[in-house]
């Protein structure tokens, strides 16, 4: 089993800037991806961003590329989105999630563990 717990959400300007944590704990030891997704109201979860938790291979969705980074650091079982020039359309509810196996990284449903999730408000 591994916990994920985010962190770091909140309100922010139009062109500001947040940075999330996601705290693994349990059996990180396990988790192959971790990936960043979010959901806004009425709309479906959608893929944000992953990274290999061995080799830090990111991905990234095309609505997030050169905006946001995500990175790890495996001393702290933790990984880490920035996300810059935010816009009010980012607005959503951010969710991390751990997947045990390589590939099918940008479905939501492969992705066995999740966190319970972190507002994110953008205003114009």
């Known amino acids: 089993q591994v916990q994920l717990v985010e962190s770091g959400g909140g309100l922010v300007q139009a062109g500001g800037s947040l940075r999330l944590s996601c705290a693994a704990s349990?059996?990180?030891?396990?988790?192959?991806?971790i990936g960043w997704f979010r959901q806004a109201p009425g709309k479906e979860r959608e893929f944000v961003a992953a990274?290999?938790?061995?080799?830090?291979?990111?991905y990234y969705s095309d609505f997030v590329k050169g905006r946001f980074t995500i990175s790890r650091d495996n001393a702290k079982n933790t990984v880490y989105l920035q996300m810059n020039s935010l816009k009010p359309e980012d607005t959503a509810v951010y969710y991390c999630?751990?997947?045990?196996?390589?590939?099918?990284?940008?479905?939501?449903?492969?992705?066995?563990?999740w966190g319970r999730g972190t507002q994110v408000t953008v205003s114009s």
């Open positions: 999630a751990a997947r045990g196996q390589y590939g099918m990284v940008y479905t939501a449903t492969a992705y066995s563990y």
């Open positions: 349990g059996r990180p030891d396990s988790v192959y991806l």
């Open positions: 990274i290999s938790w061995s080799d830090g291979i990111s």
